[in-house]
T-cell receptor, first 113, second 113 residues
Framework: KQEVTQIPAALSVPEGENLVLNCSFTDSAIYNLQWFRQDPGKGLTSLLLIQSSQREQTSGRLNASLDKSSGRSTLYIAASQPGDSATYLCAVRPSYNTDKLIFGTGTRLQVFP | SQTIHQWPATLVQPVGSPLSLECTVEGTSNPNLYWYRQAAGRGLQLLFYSVGIGQISSEVPQNLSASRPQDRQFILSSKKLLLSDSGFYLC????????????FGQGTRLTVV
């Protein structure tokens, strides 16, 4: 059974720091992995989607990497800003023949001025 | 561009009352549609998904049901709510075909009292 873990559960950093959020999954046979952002009381905003054949994806100050063999993905946030404060969730799609996403419990990030 | 609408944003219902949450997607056709629930301190759990009108798959046994009366409309229902049905309900869609990026609505906060 696929399980997704995100460490740390919470993180508080000063503005300007570069951050790394971690996502681990127990079964390396995934189809893709998606990172989301969730603001308090709101829905999920898609940040990056990495297919299993890819090693990384970039969008602005965000860079997500994927190492299937070790069951890990990292989300790198460069030059963090207070507006980056939110909960970050990763989710894996276990296989080709399913659209089901399995989510981690998230990392709650606070960036203070 | 595609948008997903979910309503209501907040709902307080007494135990034993019925429930109807609605989700619609605009700007695309034949989407895959999903209902997830997010309980406090826990990850998102897939409740139902649909690959077409009238086609519903249930992931977990529960007090809820789903229907898809139109291509871009997905409804979550209950005949009699339980306290344990409280939570944050999120609708999502992906393009037809496996491996597509998932997009989420803004969610409905349901409190059963």
């Amino acid at each position: 059974k696929q399980e997704v873990t995100q460490i740390p559960a919470a993180l508080s950093v000063p503005e300007g720091e570069n951050l790394v959020l971690n996502c681990s999954f127990t079964d390396s046979a995934i189809y893709n992995l998606q990172w989301f952002r969730q603001d308090p009381g709101k829905g999920l905003t898609s940040l990056l989607l990495i297919q299993s054949s890819q090693r990384e994806q970039t969008s602005g100050r965000l860079n997500a990497s994927l190492d299937k063999s070790s069951g890990r993905s990292t989300l790198y946030i460069a030059a963090s800003q207070p507006g980056d404060s939110a909960t970050y969730l990763c989710a894996v799609r276990p296989s080709y023949n399913t659209d089901k996403l399995i989510f981690g419990t998230g990392t709650r990030l606070q960036v203070f001025p | 561009s595609q948008t997903i609408h979910q309503w209501p944003a907040t709902l307080v219902q007494p135990v034993g009352s019925p429930l109807s949450l609605e989700c619609t997607v605009e700007g695309t056709s034949n989407p895959n549609l999903y209902w997830y629930r997010q309980a406090a301190g826990r990850g998102l759990q897939l409740l139902f998904y649909s690959v077409g009108i009238g086609q519903i798959s249930s992931e977990v046994p529960q007090n809820l049901s789903a229907s898809r009366p139109q291509d871009r409309q997905f409804i979550l229902s209950s005949k009699k709510l339980l306290l344990s049905d409280s939570g944050f309900y999120l609708c999502a869609w992906t393009r037809r075909g496996v491996g597509s990026e998932a997009f989420f609505g803004q969610g409905t906060r349901l409190t059963v009292v």
